[in-house]
Nanobody
Framework: QVQLVESGGGLVQAGGSLTLSCTAS????????MGWFRQAPGKEREFVSV????????HYADSVKGRFTISRDNAKNTVYLQMNSLKPEDTAVYYC???????????????????WGQGTQVTVST
């Protein structure tokens, strides 16, 4: 069984930056895919970003492309989401996801991830 624990959320002003971290504990392989989804109040959960097990392949939602960067440190079983130029519309609970298979990087396929973290709140003020 794998557990995902997120950290790094908080309150930031628009235009600011935050870095989220997610550490996987338990049995993971070198091909363990990790990523991020988010859910804003009153909205559906949406895909944000994903990174392959080796870190060589990444995908981003159009809404965050150019502002967010996903990376991972396999020695630490940790994935990071560097968020720059934050906007009020980025306010949401951010969830770390993981699984052994590459899932199509869209919102519609999120339910296929085997593991989800508990979520961390990101609030961007105007």
């Amino acid at each position: 069984q794998v557990q995902l624990v997120e950290s790094g959320g908080g309150l930031v002003q628009a235009g600011g930056s935050l870095t989220l971290s997610c550490t996987a504990s338990g049995s993971t392989s070198s091909s363990f895919v990790m990523g991020w989804f988010r859910q804003a109040p009153g909205k559906e959960r949406e895909f944000v970003s994903v990174i392959s097990g080796t870190g060589t392949t990444t995908h981003y939602a159009d809404s965050v492309k150019g502002r967010f960067t996903i990376s991972r440190d396999n020695a630490k079983n940790t994935v990071y989401l560097q968020m720059n130029s934050l906007k009020p519309e980025d306010t949401a609970v951010y969830y770390c996801v993981g699984g052994p298979l590459w899932i199509p990087p869209t919102t519609d396929w999120g339910h296929l991830y085997d593991y989800w973290g508990q979520g961390t709140q990101v609030t961007v003020s105007t």
